[in-house]
C-alpha cells in the first residue's frame, strides 16, 4: 500500500493528470471492443456514483437501453437491470462479456417463448440463430424458417400461425368465416381445391356463376337472370329455389299471382327492365271482357282481387264515408245514379264528389220527424244507420256536460229552448246550476245570498238533498257544538245572508266575544279561547296551569279552581300564599306573609327554614327554638321585619338606659349579655 501511494504522489509531482492514475489504477485490459474507451475511464464510470454504470452502459448500448426503458426483449424483463451483473470487463481483450448459459437459459423472458415444436430439446438454438449475428437480431417470422415448408408458395402470405400452431406444423386450423366469404351447408364440405384452383387463396371469386356456370346452363336460364343465383338459389341445395318475392322485391305475390311461373310476366332478361306493377299492365283482356272497357280507370285493385278476377270485394269503409247499418245493404245505384253528375263514371269523365252529411239523401226524413231544420243538419248526432227511429246520441260521452240524476229524465227541450223554432245548438248553453234553477233558489229563500255555486251544497240526485261536508270541503272542521250549529249561525254576512261574501275568522273569539263579556273574563285573558275551551262543551275547562304565572304543585294539583279563583276573573287571584291561607296562619303574621320561606306545597304541616338566609344567623344566645321570642308583632304586608336592633328584644337588660345607644353588639357578644369586648378583646368568662 505504502508503494501504490509514494506511486500516486511521484504522478501528481510528475504533472500526471488524475485520468492516467485511473488508467494506472485499472484492474485490467479492457475488451477489444471497449479497447478505445480505455483511456476514458468516464465513458462508463462516474466517480463514487456506482449506479450510473447501468446508465452509462444503456447510453452506448441504445438497442438495450430501449429494452429495458420498455420492458420488454430479454433485458427488459429481467428483475435486476444492472448489467455488471451479467457483463464483466477488465479481462483482457479476448475475454467475452457474454457469458451465456444456452442449457439454463429462459427463453420466456424474450419476445419469442418457446413452446411446442419449439421447446428445446427439439429445436437447437443455432436452427435460429446464425453465427456472428446478434440473438436479438434472429427472424421471429414463420416463413423466414418454414419456406420451404409453405405449400402455399406464399400465396396465402406470410401469416403462417393463422393456420398452422407451433405444436405441429401439418396440424392446420383455418377459420373461413373469418374471411369475406363464409362457408354454410353444402360449402362446407368442399374441399380447398375445389375453388382455389393451383393453391391461388388470393383473389378468389366469390360470384356463385364462377363455380355454377354449369348448372346455370342447365337450369335452363342460360344467363338470361343474371349472375345474382343467391337471389333464388342457397347453398343448402342448388335445385331448391328460396327465392321469396314477398320480402325480396317490393310486390308481394298473393292468390293466384303466387301459382305463376317467374316467365309469365318476367319475359326478358331478369333486372333488365322494370316490370309495371299495375294490374292492367297484364289484365287489359281481362278489362275489356269483364264490360268496364277501361270506363272505371285502371285502378283494378278497387273491386278485384289476386284470388278470383271474377270476385269483386270492393271495401266502401276505405273511402271517406264508410257504409254501416242500412247503408251496407243499400245498392250503389242508390247513392252514385247512373247519369246524374254522381255517376261512378259519366261519359268517361271524372266522377262529382259525393256529399257525406245525413240531409244531402235525408231532407224527406227530416221533415217526417218534425224537427224541420230546427236542429240543424248534423244528423248524426242523435240518429244511427242502423234505423233512423234509434238515437245513439249520449249526452254523457258526446257532451262536457254529462247528465246525473234528475237530469238524465229532462227532455232535450227543457234546457235547449234555442230560438222560436227550438233550435239545437243554437247558443251555448251555460252550464252553471243557476242558469235553469234560478227560481229554486229564490223559493229555497238563499234570495241569492248564497250565490251561485249551488253544487256546493245540492246535487243532481235531489234538489232537497245536502252533500256539502264542512269538514272535507274547507279548512276549518266542525266539531262538537260546531257541527249542531246552523249555517246562519257564523256565515251572517250581509243583510242578504251572503255566503262567502267575507271571509269568516277561524279564532274562536270571532264568534264568541259575547260569551268572553258574559262569562266575566272580560277580554282579560286574551282571544285564545281554546287554551281552556273546547268545542264540545263550553264549561268545561282544559288549561294547562304551568304555562300561567302560578305553576301548580303538589297539594296545589288537587285544589279545585274555585279555591283560588272565586270569580271568573282569573288574573285577579293572589299568588301569596297569605292570600288563600290566611285562616290557616298560626302565627298571625309575626312570621310575615312569605309562608313558602318555611313550608311547601305538599303539606302544610311540614316546614324547614333556615335562619341564615336572613342575614341573622341564630348563633350562641340567640339559639333559641321559639320564634316568637323575637318575632313578637305581626310584620307589615311588604315583608319588613318586626325586629330590627338589639334593643328590640334587650331592652330591658339594657343598664345603660341608652346612653351607649343602640349598637350593643359592639361591647356584648351573643353567646352571653355579661361578656363584654374589651379592647378588641372578649373578657374571659367567668366559669
Not at 97 to 104: K, P, S, W, Y
Request: hydrophobic content about 25%; overall charge positive.
Amino acid at each position: 500500500m505504502a508503494l501504490l501511494v509514494c506511486a500516486v504522489l511521484a504522478f501528481q509531482v510528475a504533472g500526471v493528470s488524475a485520468q492516467n492514475v485511473e488508467t494506472v489504477l485499472m484492474p485490467g485490459k479492457l475488451i477489444a471492443g471497449h479497447a478505445k474507451y480505455e483511456d476514458d475511464c468516464s465513458h462508463c464510470h462516474v466517480r463514487f456514483d456506482k449506479s450510473a454504470q447501468s446508465r452509462l452502459c444503456a447510453g452506448c448500448h441504445k438497442e438495450v437501453g430501449a429494452d429495458i426503458q420498455t420492458k420488454r426483449g430479454y433485458h427488459g424483463r429481467l428483475a435486476d437491470t444492472a448489467c455488471r451483473r451479467c457483463h464483466t470487463d477488465h479481462k483482457g481483450r479476448e475475454a467475452g462479456v457474454v457469458q451465456l448459459d444456452r442449457d439454463r437459459f429462459e427463453h420466456d423472458k424474450t419476445d419469442f417463448p418457446l413452446r411446442g415444436g419449439h421447446a428445446a430439446p427439439r429445436t437447437k438454438c443455432a436452427s435460429c440463430h446464425l453465427p456472428k449475428a446478434k440473438f436479438r437480431d434472429a427472424p421471429s417470422q414463420c416463413q423466414s424458417c418454414h419456406r420451404k415448408d409453405d405449400v402455399h408458395k406464399g400465396g396465402l402470405g406470410a401469416r403462417c400461425e393463422n393456420c398452422h400452431s407451433d405444436r405441429d406444423w401439418k396440424g392446420a386450423r383455418f377459420d373461413h368465416d373469418q374471411t369475406r366469404f363464409r362457408l354454410e351447408d353444402k360449402h362446407r364440405g368442399v374441399s380447398c381445391d375445389a375453388c382455389h384452383k393451383d393453391g391461388q387463396y388470393k383473389e378468389t371469386p366469390r360470384e356463385c356463376s364462377s363455380c355454377h356456370r354449369d348448372d346455370d346452363m342447365s337450369k335452363g336460364h342460360k344467363g338470361r337472370f343474371g349472375n345474382k343465383c343467391a337471389s333464388c338459389h342457397h347453398v343448402r341445395s342448388w335445385k331448391d329455389s328460396g327465392f321469396n318475392h314477398d320480402r325480396e322485391t317490393k310486390f308481394g305475390l298473393r292468390g293466384k299471382h303466387r301459382q305463376a311461373s317467374c316467365q309469365s310476366c318476367h319475359r326478358g332478361v331478369l333486372y333488365q327492365e322494370k316490370l309495371q306493377t299495375a294490374c292492367v299492365a297484364c289484365h287489359r283482356k281481362d278489362d275489356q271482357e269483364k264490360g268496364h272497357k277501361a270506363s272505371l280507370g285502371e285502378r283494378c285493385e278497387s273491386c278485384h282481387n289476386e284470388r278470383s278476377w271474377r270476385t269483386s270485394d270492393f271495401d266502401h269503409d276505405k273511402t271517406e264515408f264508410g257504409l254501416k247499418g242500412k247503408h251496407r245493404s243499400a245498392r250503389c245505384e242508390a247513392c252514385h245514379k247512373p247519369g246524374t253528375p254522381n255517376a261512378v263514371v259519366s261519359a268517361g269523365k271524372p266522377r262529382e264528389k259525393l256529399p257525406t252529411h245525413c240531409v244531402a239523401c235525408h231532407r224527406a226524413d227530416d221533415q217526417k220527424i218534425g224537427h224541420r231544420g230546427g236542429f240543424g243538419d248534423r244528423c248524426e248526432s242523435c240518429h244511427g244507420e242502423k234505423s233512423w227511429r234509434d238515437l245513439v246520441f249520449q249526452h254523457d260521452r258526446d257532451t262536457r256536460y254529462p247528465l246525473k240524476g234528475k237530469h238524465s229524465q229532462a227532455r232535450c227541450v227543457a234546457c235547449h229552448r234555442g230560438t222560436a223554432a227550438n233550435h239545437l245548438y243554437a247558443d251555448k248553453l251555460s252550464a252553471e246550476c243557476v242558469a235553469c234553477h234560478r227560481q229554486d233558489d229564490s223559493s229555497k229563500g238563499h234570495r241569492g245570498g248564497y250565490g251561485d255555486k249551488c253544487q256546493s251544497c245540492h246535487t243532481e240526485r235531489a234538489w232537497r238533498e245536502v252533500t256539502f261536508a264542512h269538514d272535507r270541503d274547507t279548512k276549518y272542521p266542525l266539531r262538537g257544538r260546531h257541527a249542531q250549529a246552523g249555517c246562519e249561525a257564523c256565515h251572517r254576512g250581509t243583510g242578504a245572508n251572503h255566503l262567502y261574501a267575507n271571509r269568516l275568522g277561524t279564532t274562536c273569539i270571532a264568534c264568541h266575544r259575547k260569551d268572553d263579556e258574559g262569562k266575566g273574563h272580560r277580554g282579560q285573558l286574551g282571544d285564545d279561547c281554546a287554551s281552556c275551551h273546547r268545542e264540545t262543551d263550553w264549561k268545561v275547562p282544559r288549561y294547562d296551569h304551568t304555562k300561567a304565572r302560578f305553576a301548580l304543585t303538589g297539594a296545589h294539583l288537587r285544589s279545585t279552581c274555585a279555591a283560588c279563583h272565586r270569580t271568573v276573573a282569573f288574573r285577579d287571584a293572589p299568588r301569596n300564599c297569605n292570600g288563600c291561607h290566611e285562616k290557616e296562619d298560626v302565627h298571625k303574621r309575626r312570621l310575615g306573609e312569605a309562608c313558602g320561606q318555611c313550608h311547601n306545597t305538599r303539606t302544610w304541616n311540614s316546614w324547614d327554614f333556615d335562619h341564615r338566609k336572613t342575614g341573622f344567623p341564630l348563633e350562641a344566645g340567640h339559639a333559641i327554638k321559639d320564634c316568637y321570642a323575637c318575632h313578637r308583632s305581626p310584620m307589615s304586608s311588604s315583608g319588613s321585619r318586626s325586629v330590627r336592633g338589639c334593643t328590640d328584644c334587650h331592652r330591658d337588660d339594657d343598664a345603660h338606659d341608652g346612653r351607649f345607644g343602640q349598637q350593643c353588639d359592639r361591647c356584648h357578644v351573643t353567646q352571653s349579655w355579661t361578656d363584654l369586648r374589651m379592647n378588641g378583646h372578649h373578657k374571659p368568662t367567668k366559669k
